[in-house]
């Protein structure tokens, strides 16, 4: 390949020649101009043999490439190396990646996008770690999942006068975790690695731990076993199925596990924390691989693991199928392997009373049996041991790039292949797995359920004494591979509250909507339509769909939805009392160009009188950005 030039070097320097990190900035400031035109017209080769059959015709979840040409030079070179496409540029040397980074980007990347320190580190050391009340700790807040935010430093009527504080810049667009508020902290993870403790009444720098690959999961923070001074790791894990713990008030590293050796496995839940372990779900990005009719499908195990919180021992690992095994070829001659898939990437509900662990899973890849697919399924804490499985959907076999069945239509342009060709199960399903956690929550006379959702729309009560019997059940949305509830519901003590994440709406549907169901009975309190999509970009790829996962406070439910707006509606009745356009240019308290896009993935979380939210994730509508918003009553 051609594209020689002070650039180029600088990768081949990062992939293996020694060079000290001064001495990479330093060279890498200015490639030559003549460098990058090379490289880009090497890159453009590539990008045309190797990702412009998904890219060029857009459409689900593949960006069209003028988002990829929204990120930077590093920030392509860290996709094809640790982020969602390592697999697909599997061959792919040092060189090409800097070509094709170059011709997304038009520049040369330079070093890992972490590499340089942030501007505005705070002026006074970190207090020491406190847990309150008021804190959002872990994914879903509490113990049961619920996101339910009892204690959030405001109140109901203080929520129209939420005003911009301050907002935080990434270094590349595509938010990822979600930003968690512990001891007048914000912990956050970041699509380049980076994770950050910022202050939470200003937004500086307390400090920074750069992870080996993207990092999208919420961060917890748990007090460590040991003899005083008591010691809090922050914990949280990684594309590249990595989990860390750091101690939480000085970013050092005090243990890090890998705990999948499959090349696509991925840890995207928040791990949930009991009496010193973790429990962690394991997913993976094999489903794309399956774009590659000769890639050799699948092989890819979800496992739900427990590990010692200290150390990081691994003390039980539970896998949700059997060992795959060669079973076909695939109509090209290709190897084909099941079962496989049945990722875990909800993060658990611990259920102490019972000695439970509750986790939900997704779909199998192929056709091979998969008895945990699709299903809440208990755990045994102490040995892993399954103690129940309630499967809500059967052949559910789905890899990305085939033709789902009842739509077969084409999502993928030449990409696609129907049942049975290339990659494809020969029985195809729909992709409807679980959208979110499961939560646990008490009706008032004293009985217990799980909640939970699906991409089908479908909304579930589930009995913890009974196996997990379905109670009630009922349907927010149509449903679709990207649609149902894609994050998750939130429940207060006497509702669920179900969001809508239809992007693809059929005749007659709508895109996304609010609804809010009796805890006890399933019935509809309440349902509110979603208001005409209002996008900031046009009407490219504008929805109103609400994919977010959701947020409650007393009297207070928050929505975020594909067009870039957050909304509050009142619980009580389902009315907006708050709307506010997230996808802006933003001015940033550490002096990075960002501005918010589609809202999605990680909810907006409450604690200590603010609201912290992420804009810009954009996986399914593309329009992607790169801020963190902390609001605050009228922006004091």
Known sequence: MSGSGTGRRVWLALAGVALSAQALYAIAQEPSPPAVAAAQTAGKTLYDSRCAACHEHAQARIPPRS??????????ALTLTSGSMRLQASGLGAPEIADLAAYLSGNLPRAHLSAAPEQNPCATPAPPIVLAAGDWNGWGLDAANSRFQRKPGLAAGDVPRLKVKWAFGYHDV?????????????????MTGRVYALDAASGCVYWTYDAEA??????????????????????????????????????ALIWKR???????????????????????????????????????????RGSVVALDEATGQVLWRRYLTATPRPYRKSSLGTQLYGPAGVSSWHTPLVDAKRGLLYAVTGNSYTTQPAPLSDALIALDLASGAVKWVQQVAHEDNYVVGCVTPPDQTCPYGPSCAKAGEANCPARMGPDHDFGGAPILRTLP????????????????????????????QAQSGQGSDVGGSEWGPAADEGQLYVAVSDVHPRPGHSPGGLTAYDLASGAVRWHTDPPPAQCSWGSERCSSAQSQALS???????????????????????????????????????????SGGSLDHAGPVIAQGRLFVNSGYGKITGHTGNVLIAFSIDGH
């Open 67 to 76: 988002e990829l040409q929204k990120k930077s030079a590093d920030a392509v």
């Open 174 to 190: 595509g938010v990822y975790g979600q930003p968690n508020v512990i001891a007048g902290r914000v912990f956050i993870s970041s």
């Open 214 to 251: 993207p990092a999208r999961t919420a961060i917890s923070i748990d007090a460590l076993p040991g003899p005083p001074p008591t010691r809090y790791a922050a914990i949280f894990g990684d594309d590249g199925a990595h989990v860390y713990a750091l101690d939480a008030r000085t970013g």
């Open 258 to 300: 890998r705990l999948d050796p499959h090349p696509s496995a991925r840890v995207t839940a928040a791990p949930a924390l009991h009496a010193h372990r973790l429990y962690v779900p394991l997913s993976s990005l094999e489903e794309l691989s399956a774009l590659d009719p000769k890639y050799e499908c699948c092989k890819f």
């Open 445 to 472: 006379d004293g009985r217990e359920l799980i909640l939970a959702a699906t991409k089908a729309g479908a909304v579930y009560a589930f009995d913890p004494d009974h196996a997990g019997r379905i109670l009630w």
């Open 552 to 594: 409650v406070i007393p009297g207070v439910v928050f929505s975020g939805s594909q067009d870039g707006h957050l909304r509050a509606y009142a619980s009580a009745d389902g009315r907006i009392i708050w709307d506010v356009d997230t996808a802006q240019a933003f001015t940033t308290v550490n002096g990075v160009s960002a």
